[in-house]
Every structure is written in C-alpha cells, then in structure tokens.
C-alpha cells in the first residue's frame, strides 16, 4: 500500500517538473518576441518619419507639375479652337467652287464631307457673329449644296429608274421558280448613294423636298409597269378561237342576236416579242433616259382555267391583281432601305397612291363592263366577273397587310372594289336563272330537227366552268341561302352551290318542256325532250364534280334524269301505234278461200302500214339524235317493237292470194324493214 502511495507521489512530482520546464521554455519565447516586436516598432517609426519627410519634400513639386500640365492643355485646346475659327472664316471660300460643282459620280460620300464643314462654319457663326459676311457666305454654300444633293437624287433616280421587265412580271402572274424572280429596280451602289444624301438631308438640312421626288418617280415607274404588262397580255397574249360544245350537232336554227352565251372565247398561248423603248421624260420625277432591256421573245401563259369570260380586258386584270401587289411590295422594300424611317408611312402612301388609283378606276371599269354585257344576255360575262373577284378575294388580305397604318386607308379601296364584284356576280347568277327559265319559246328559236338546244347545251357548259370557281360562287350564294348555312353534312359553300345548280337545271327542264310544245308533231316534242334530257344526263355523268355538287342538295338528281329519259323513250313508242294497228291482228285464217271482203281488208293492212311506215321515216329520217349511243338505241328499239309483228304479219298474210299484183302491196320484206328502221335519224338515207 505504502509502496503504491509512493510510486504515485513520484510520478505527480515527475509530472510537475515537466510542466514547470515547459513554463519557462514559454516565457523565454515571449521575452523573445517582445524583444522582436519592439525593434520591428522601432524601423516602422523610423520609416514612417523617412516617408513624411518625403512627401514634404514631392508634394509641391507634384503640385507645380499639375498646374504646368493643366497650362499645357489649355494652350493646346485654345490653339485647336483658334485654329478651328481660323478655318471656319476660310472654309466658305475653299468648299465653295466643289460645292457648286456638285457630286461626283461614286465620290458623294467626298461631297457630303465638304457639306459637314460648310454646316459646322455655319453653325459656328449663327451662334457667334450671325451678322457677320462669313455667316452670309457659308449660308449661301450650304444652300447651293442641298440644292445640288437634291439635283443629284433626281438625277440618279431618273437615270437609274426603268419599268419592270414584262416576262418577269408574267413569271410573277404564273408563279414562277421565287429564286428566279428577282425585282432589282436599282443597283446597290444607286441605293447606297441615295440613301446617303437622304439620310443626310433628313439629319443636317432637315429637308424632306427629296421625298416628293422620290415618290413621283418611282410612282409613275410602278404605273408605267403595270401599263406595259397590261398591254402585253392583251396584245400578246390573247388569242379568241370559236370552242363548239361536243355531242351537240350543228343545226340551221337561227341564233337569235343577244343570246344568253356567246360563243366561247379560250386564252391561248401566242409567241410575242416585246421591245421596251428608251423611256420619254415625264414631269414629277419619272424615269427618262434609262435604257430598256434588249428585245424579248417568250410566251404569255394563261395563269389558270381555260375561259375568262366574254369581257374584255379580263386576263390582263387578273394578271395585273398579284403583279400589282407584288410590285407594290418590292417597292416598299426598297424604300425602307433608301428613305428614312420616320417618313416611311407617308412616302409609301403617296407612292402607291396615283397606281392604285388607275389600279381601282380599271376594276370599276371592268365592273362596269360586265354590267354592261349582261345587259345583252350575255351571261358568258359572268366568268369574267366571277375570275376577278376570285383573285380579289385571294389578295385583299395581302394588300390590307402591305397597306396598314396608312393614313386614308388605301386598303379599303380594294376591299370596296371587292365588294363591288361580289354584288355583280351575284346579281348576275341571280338574273341567269331567271333568264333560263324566261328564255324565248318562239318556234324560229327552235332546231328544226329535235337536236339540243342551244339554251342547254351552255347553261351545261356555264355550270361546268362554274366549278372551277366553286369556292367564290359558295361563298356569293351562301349567306343567301338559310338552308345551306344550316347543313352539317358537308361544307355549307358546296351546299349552296348545289342548291343553285339544282335550281337552275329545274327551270331549265321547265323552259325545255314548255319549248317542245312549239313542235307540232308530237314526234318531235319527244325527240326534243329526249335529246335534251339524255344530253343533261350524259353530262352530269361525265362531269362528276358537277353532279356531285348537285347531289350535295338533291341525292337522287342523276336518277331523276335518268327516268325523265326513260319516260321519253316510252312516250316516242306511241310513234308506231297507228301502224301497228294494222299488223297486229295477224290471227288464223277461218276459210281458205277469200271474199272480196277480206281481200280488201288485208289489202288496206298493207297499204296502210306501208304507207305509214313511209311517212314515218321520210318525217323522223330529218330528226336528229346526235348522242350516237342513244340513236341506236332508239333504233334497235323501233326494230323490236316492229320486226317481229311485222314478220308474224308478212308470214300470216304473204303468201295469201289477196291480190294478183302482190309486189304491190308487199313493198317490203322483214330486212328492208330492219334496213329502213336503222336509217331513221339519218337525212342522207
């Protein structure tokens, strides 16, 4: 126990020995660093002093330096100003003969240079002396100058100003390769120039005289190509031929003047050759002098369908619709590049604002035309109508678009001349159907030999090409037409379009059925009717996209006519009741022996039948039925309802003494018959 007390006593005095060396090992250090310190405090103080010392002695050197530099500067910039004066009092007389020289050509940045040194003098002695000769003098240059750079922009603009080239319009018109159409009205290095001096203009002279000469150049070049390519589609491009409707033979009827369709005038193709002359001067700042391209041969396509309606001038509106906007918009590009922004709107108004004039006055005029031809009856107008509104509609977004925020709203003049087609053509597609129904029923209107009629025969064809602007003439009937914009089965344009159709074919069945009653024969009423409504018929079938239209409002249109032809067949049947009469009561014979009696009756059978056979083929041989179909058809049906009771009679009778002279009475076997009955419809036999 003692000897663990003791073992412990030592290692705690072990212990405390260490930590009493440790202790003096610590305060040994610190003596150390305080010794350090205090000679560390020593140098900085005495540093310290050194750098006090030192700026008393650079401050005021530094000081004299600042004011000596600041002396420096002043003398310099005075001398500069000096100097500046000095030259703004000589600046009047060295500018001023290149002043008045004008710019040279590719050198107007050299000449707006001299300009910025005249306005600087000038504005320098308005501010200091403005009474003074220099202020006079480099007033005076300054003036001169801006009249030059006015000059100048005239000049290039009618030098350099040319109309469109015509077969690039046309590539414009038939939608040409885009890459291909490129509309340079001037070079690069032209617009670079002038927009130059506009800019410069604008921003030192604040002189906006440039913008009228802008404008009324490049009006009157607008205005010029759209008269150019105007006159070539209708000198060049226009080629009127005669277009007879198929299936429908030509007839001695006489065509009454004003008829309801002209004949149909087709756009063909024509190779022309175009030479743009030198352009003439024209007051406003239109283009003179610029050099057309050299001569130009290529052909003036028609841009789509086949008709364009029986007024003229048609074809080169049409044309002229998306040229005119596309020309508008190249031209507006290109103002945004040379005139400045602020006058952007008001320059492109007065620009387009003389071509759409002459653009619109064309549009009524044409309206007008077409009013004026419908007053004939000559309904072929309506196409004329009808194509120029549809290309209307197409573009009047594109120029409400081009033409916003312009002051007037020259836009609306388009919409209004939009208008303006719209109630014409409806007007006109109302008046057609009234027409139809009313059309004259004399008998010298009528075809000698039952053929179509010419009234169905166009209105057949007017419907057709109606198809092919379907969607315009929906969109005219639509809001007319309560039940058409309450159908959910299918479009309701194409509904309207159908109803029309079907009205139009109604009152045409009505004008056809009261015409054939002009006949007196009721032989040819049928021919007539049957004609007529086989030709409807056949062409509802081959004209699909029509029929199909007119079964959007009347499913069963197809067989309706197909029944009406039918019902026709069975009412020229009634033709051969007579003469059937005497052969059909071709019984047995009660004695062998003849009387007087029944030698007479079948003597009366023959000549009877004979002689009606003869009146019936030398009257229905006139006839025509030009659907060669149909006619033999009629045909083979005259021979079966004929040939076998004409044979039972000639088998029955024929070989009965009823006569010594039998070729008399039996003029004609079963194959002269047959023979006779194939040659009907036929003037040569």
Not at 362 to 367: A, F, H, K
Not at 372 to 380: A, C, I, S, T
Not at 433 to 461: A, L
């Amino acid at each position: 126990m003692e000897k663990s007390i003791v073992s412990r006593r030592r290692e705690y005095e072990e212990k405390l020995e260490r930590d009493r060396q440790n202790l003096q090992a610590v305060k040994d250090s610190m003596a150390k660093s305080n010794g350090l310190s205090q000679n560390m405090v020593s140098i900085l103080n005495s540093f310290e002093g050194r750098l006090k010392r030192l700026e008393n002695s650079v401050l005021p050197v530094h000081e004299r330096t600042l004011r000596l530099t600041r002396l420096q500067e002043n003398v310099a910039v005075t001398l500069r100003e000096l100097s500046s004066i000095v030259e703004f009092h000589h600046v009047a007389d060295e500018v001023d003969q290149p002043i008045r020289d004008g710019p040279i050509a590719g050198e107007i940045e050299t000449y707006l240079d001299l300009m910025v040194r005249v306005d600087r003098a000038k504005q320098f002695f308005n501010e200091n002396n403005p009474g003074s000769i220099e202020y006079t003098n480099s007033m005076e240059t300054f003036k001169i100058g801006v009249e030059k750079l006015l000059k100048e922009f005239r000049t290039i603009l009618q030098q350099n100003g040319k109309m469109v080239p015509v077969k690039l319009m046309i590539d414009m018109a038939t939608g040409g390769n885009e890459e291909d159409i490129v509309v340079e009205h001037l070079p690069v290095r032209v617009q670079e120039t002038l927009t130059k001096i506009a800019n410069w203009l604008v921003s030192a002279a604040h002189n906006t005289e440039f913008l009228a000469m802008y404008f009324q150049s490049r009006s009157t070049i607008l205005s010029r190509s759209m008269n150019g390519l105007k006159e070539a589609v209708r000198h060049g491009g226009v080629n009127l031929q005669v277009k007879k409707t198929a299936a429908v033979k030509d007839t001695p009827t006489r065509r009454p003047a004003g008829h309801i369709f002209r004949r149909e005038p087709t756009q063909r193709p024509r190779r022309m050759s175009i030479r743009d002359k030198t352009h003439t001067p024209v007051a406003g700042g239109a283009a003179r002098g610029a050099q057309a391209p050299l001569e130009e041969s290529f052909v003036v396509p028609t841009i789509s369908g086949k008709d364009w309606g029986s007024v003229e001038g048609t074809y080169a509106f049409v044309t002229s619709c998306s040229v005119f906007y596309q020309l508008m918009l190249s031209e507006r590009n290109l103002m945004q590049l040379i005139i400045p922004l602020a006058h952007h709107r008001t320059c492109f108004k007065q620009l387009v604002s003389t071509p759409l004039d002459f653009f619109v006055a064309e549009g009524e005029s044409l309206n007008n035309a077409v009013k004026k031809v419908l007053q004939r009856n000559d309904y072929q107008a309506v196409l004329s109508g009808l194509k120029i509104l549809q290309h209307l509609q197409q573009l009047t977004p594109q120029y409400q678009e081009l033409m916003k925020g312009l002051q007037g709203d020259p836009a609306s003049r388009i919409s209004m001349l939009t208008s303006m087609f719209s109630n014409t053509c409806y007007k006109s597609l109302v008046e057609f159907c009234d027409y139809v129904r009313n059309d004259s029923d004399k008998v010298s209107n009528m075809p000698k030999d039952g053929t179509v009629h010419e009234i169905t025969s166009s209105t057949i064809s007017f419907l057709q090409q109606c198809m092919e602007l379907q969607e315009v003439i929906g969109q005219l009937l639509l809001p007319h037409d309560p039940a058409a914009r309450a159908c959910t089965t299918c479009s309701p344009e194409r509904r309207a379009l159908g109803s029309y159709f079907n009205k139009v074919l109604a009152v045409l069945t009505q004008n056809l059925e009261a015409k054939a009653k002009c006949y007196e024969n009721d032989a040819l009423q049928t021919i007539f009717r049957l004609n007529n409504f086989h030709f409807i018929h056949k062409s509802l079938t081959r004209s699909n996209n029509v029929l199909l239209a007119l079964e959007e409002d009347t499913p069963d249109i197809e067989d309706n006519y197909n029944d009406m032809v039918g019902r026709e067949k069975k009412k020229y049947q009634k033709v051969w009741t007579k003469a059937l009469n005497f052969i059909l009561d071709a019984g047995q014979l009660q004695r062998e022996t003849l009387g007087k009696s029944e030698r007479e009756g079948i003597k009366e059978k023959f000549k009877g039948f004979n002689t009606e056979l003869d009146d019936i083929f030398r009257t229905q041989r006139a006839y025509a039925i030009p659907d060669e179909p149909l006619r033999e058809n009629i045909r083979q049906d005259n021979i079966d309802l004929i040939i076998p009771f004409y044979r039972k009679f000639l088998e029955r009778y024929g070989s009965v003494p009823f006569t010594k002279n039998p070729s008399k009475y039996i003029r004609h076997q079963v194959p002269d018959v047959e023979k006779i009955l194939r040659s009907f419809f036929d003037a040569s036999a």
